[in-house]
């Protein structure tokens, strides 16, 4: 089975800033891929980022980027120059070998501030 | 551009109620999934359907059904519907063919239940 461990409940930023979202996860097998998902205040889940566990280079997608450590088991978000419209919650996920199904973390609600 | 389609945006029902929340795609995906998602607990998997009539257990599978009669349609079913499943219910759908990476999802904009 897999665990996601997201630690930090809630983060305050200051526009323009970078922040970063941690993300830990516990897994036996050696194929597996990362999420990361954005949900704002409407409720919907936003597909951010995804990494492969073979992936040699770290994802990044525009302004997210993904710091993949296979040793130390984590896989923290990176927004980069952040916007008031990246105020949501973000929740790290994953998905094993053979697997249909990702499992989710607690999530992370990140604040902009102006 | 609808994807996945969850059939109420909020509901209130009755303790005892049996209750009924749809979920439909139209991207032809086999995977589909019902979560329910509480503050500090995430996203917790009640049942997963890989293809039409077959159906797993998740995580959290007790005072829920489901049902797939269609590929394009998952329904989840409260049986009786109690305080404690007062929550966000959201559905999603994948398939290999997917990217990025396989399976990964597509959410529906999630049903919010109240029981009262």
């Known amino acids: 089975a897999q665990k996601i461990t997201q630690t930090q409940p809630g983060m305050f930023v200051q526009e323009k800033e970078a922040v970063t979202l941690d993300c830990t996860y516990d897994t036996s097998d050696q194929s597996y891929g990362l999420f990361w998902y954005k949900q704002p205040s409407s409720g919907e889940m936003i597909f951010l980022i995804y990494q492969g566990s073979y992936d040699e280079q770290n994802a990044t997608e525009g302004r997210y980027s993904l710091n993949f450590q296979k040793a130390r088991k984590s896989a923290n978000l990176v927004i980069s120059a952040s916007q008031l419209g990246d105020s949501a919650m973000y929740f790290c996920?994953?998905?094993?070998?053979?697997?249909?199904?990702?499992?989710f973390g607690a999530g992370t609600t990140v604040t902009v501030r102006a | 551009d609808v994807k996945v389609t969850q059939s109420s945006r909020y509901l209130v029902k009755r303790t005892g109620e049996k209750v009924f929340l749809e979920c439909v795609q139209d991207m032809d995906h086999e995977n589909m999934f019902w979560y329910r998602q509480d503050p500090g607990l995430g996203l917790r998997l009640i049942y997963f359907s890989y293809d039409v009539k077959m159906k797993e257990k998740g995580d959290i599978p007790e005072g829920y059904s489901v049902s797939r009669e269609k590929k394009e349609r998952f329904s989840l079913i409260l049986e009786s519907a109690s305080t404690n499943q007062t929550s966000m219910y959201l559905c999603?759908?994948?398939?290999?063919?997917?990217?990025?990476?396989?399976?990964?999802?597509?959410f529906g904009s999630g049903t919010r239940l109240t029981v009262v």
């Open positions: 999603a759908s994948s398939s290999p063919r997917q990217a990025p990476g396989g399976y990964g999802y597509t």
């Open positions: 996920a994953m998905r094993g070998a053979n697997d249909y199904k990702l499992s």
